[in-house]
């Protein structure tokens, strides 16, 4: 015993200490990215904000070295580091680059378009610096990728005794894709300078930019009239520029749309000199309709607004790819309801289909004890055999609907009664302990409608939910079936007529909704008339649940469905 608990003790120490090692590098790393962002907020050049970034790396017990391959104008890589101390590693690799040489771990890099480790392979590196440190660190190449602009590549060496070098790997690509995004904004933010100064330098220099821009660039005067557009707004508009200058922005916007040029109008009466970054839908003359985004900024001549001058882009992809998304998440919520769905499905019919069986032997035990007649242990194991033969369909149900979608369920034309009765003659074979009436009335014979083997299920809850909640001495269930027409459609109505509990009116309201967060055992009404709820959703129904006795909850429920008529 008292190894058992040095055992456990030691147990319990080593993972405390590796949860610690856990915590303290992820709090080094944390802090290394926290830094790396604040980088990114102020650093004005590229180079500058990797030779940095490496500085914090290197400054930390993971990291033994870091650099980054920044990619030229000429697809060409530029060594960019911060540790001076290694001048001969670096030139080493300068000169490969001079050569017209790519290492082979950054070729992998490339040709991959991922993240590498170099592999612990004599064979890999050859005829280059970073093999003498290979054997002593992991070296991770992580990618410099914003959107579809590949910056270069980030290398670092993470020394062989940090904990979970998984972890670490896997935060080196996030910071990785931080500073991409870095980059990309410092390059944004130079040619938006450019831009501007280009602009100020004349305007012919300025028109001639303009011209060439795949951008819609335009300005307009304080009243929305155009004064001025560039070879793309015009190709856009597809019109000429003199049909389009003079001419109100208004009426190439929707009316719906036009909230976002009335905050621009408000910020400039203001006397707001700051950019304004909006959406919009331009109405093109065939009456095409264009999302839009548009950077505004004002015209300012002596210290006065005269203008708004705006850069547009066209927004057709993006918007297409977040309704993607949009309709992306949907589907993988329909499909967790429908795991919860089959779950739920499951838990509870075995549940009945357990205490079937139980029922059963307990019966059988009873025969044996007192050698009864040997034909009443055949009939109770011939409900056991029943009760298994249930839970044998019931997994091959949830195993096919686990195959097909909410849409496609594979649905077939079902008659009613036949399964209605098979229902009643398995539920009145496993409840025995109490006198149990069941009666169907049901006038119409053939009455078909659209179902699956689901059907079953459904009627059985419905059954088992009265016998349950039925305090009387005998338990009395009426089942009406018949065919009703509603505005000229045809459905097919059951009503579960009992002498039970009842249910109070503010639980009605409440019965068929499941309660997801409720993590207590679920039992009763709320878990088995939820599923009925589910399958008659399915089936196209609707349920609903009255009182037996109009005016008097208390004397038993009517659950009422309908479905409709094949």
């Known amino acids: 015993m008292s190894n058992l608990k040095s055992n456990s003790s030691e147990k319990v120490i080593n993972n405390l200490e590796a949860r610690n090692k856990e915590l303290y590098y992820e709090n080094i790393l944390l802090k290394i990215q926290v830094r790396i962002n604040r980088l990114i907020m102020l650093e004005e050049d590229s180079s500058e904000l990797i030779k940095n970034s490496c500085a914090l790396l290197e400054s930390s017990s993971i990291f033994r070295l870091s650099f980054g391959l920044l990619k030229d104008g000429k697809n060409n890589f530029e060594v960019i580091h911060f540790d001076n101390q290694e001048s001969e590693f670096f030139s080493a690799l300068e000169e490969i680059f001079e050569r017209g040489g790519v290492p082979k771990c950054l070729s992998e890099t490339l040709s991959n378009g991922k993240g590498f480790i170099i592999p612990k392979d004599s064979k890999f590196c050859t005829d280059c610096p970073l093999t003498e440190y290979n054997e002593n660190y992991q070296i991770n190449l992580s990618y410099l990728k914003y959107q579809r602009n590949l910056y270069g590549v980030l290398y670092t060496f993470i020394k062989k005794n940090t904990h979970n070098l998984n972890k670490v790997s896997e935060k080196l690509d996030e910071i990785s894709k931080e500073l991409a995004y870095g980059i990309y904004s410092i390059n944004l933010e130079k040619e938006k300078k450019k831009s501007n100064k280009d602009l100020q330098k004349s305007e012919k220099k300025y028109r001639l930019l303009s011209n060439n821009a795949r951008d819609l660039i335009y300005a307009h005067d304080l009243e929305g009239n155009f004064i001025y557009l560039n ?336």
């Open 231 to 566: 070879k793309a707004m015009e190709n856009f508009l597809t019109l000429k520029k003199e049909e389009i200058i003079g001419k109100n922005v208004l009426k190439f916007v929707p009316k719906t749309d036009r909230s976002p040029l009335l905050r621009r109008s408000e910020l400039r009466d203001k006397g707001d000199m700051s950019h304004l970054i909006y959406e919009i839908e331009a109405k093109l003359p065939d009456g095409k309709k264009i999302p839009l985004e548009v950077n505004s900024v004002p015209i300012i001549e002596d210290g006065e607004i005269i203008g708004i001058h705006c850069v547009a882009r066209n927004i057709t992809e993006r918007k297409k790819t977040e309704k993607a998304l949009r309709k992306s998440k949907k589907k993988y919520q329909k499909a967790f309801n429908r795991a919860e769905f089959y779950k739920d499905l499951f838990a509870h019919d075995i549940r009945n289909i357990l205490q079937g069986i139980l029922t059963g032997l307990q019966l059988i035990e009873f025969h044996l004890k007192r050698n009864t007649d040997q034909s009443e242990t055949i009939e109770n194991l011939g409900i056991v055999k029943d009760q298994i033969d249930r839970g044998q369909r019931l997994v091959l149900n949830i195993k096919k609907l686990s195959k097909i979608t909410h849409e496609e369920m594979g649905l077939k034309t079902m008659e009613v009664l036949p399964i209605l009765e098979q229902c009643v003659e398995n539920i009145t074979k496993v409840f025995t302990k109490r006198p149990l009436s069941i009666e169907i009335n049901c006038k119409k014979k053939g009455l078909k409608i659209k179902a699956n083997e689901l059907l079953e299920d459904l009627f059985e809850n419905l059954m088992i939910n009265s016998i349950k909640h039925n305090n009387n001495q005998k338990i009395q269930i009426t089942i009406n079936v018949f065919e009703i027409e509603q505005d000229g459609n045809k459905f097919v109505r059951l009503e579960f007529i009992d002498n039970g509990m009842g249910i109070q009116d503010p639980r009605k309201e409440q019965l068929f909704i499941r309660a997801y967060y409720n993590r207590k055992k679920l039992e009763g009404l709320g878990l088995g008339l939820s599923l009925v709820k589910r399958i008659i959703d399915l089936y196209k129904g609707e349920i609903w649940v009255e009182n037996r006795v109009k005016e008097d909850y208390s004397k038993g429920s009517k659950f009422i469905f309908e479905i409709p008529k094949v």
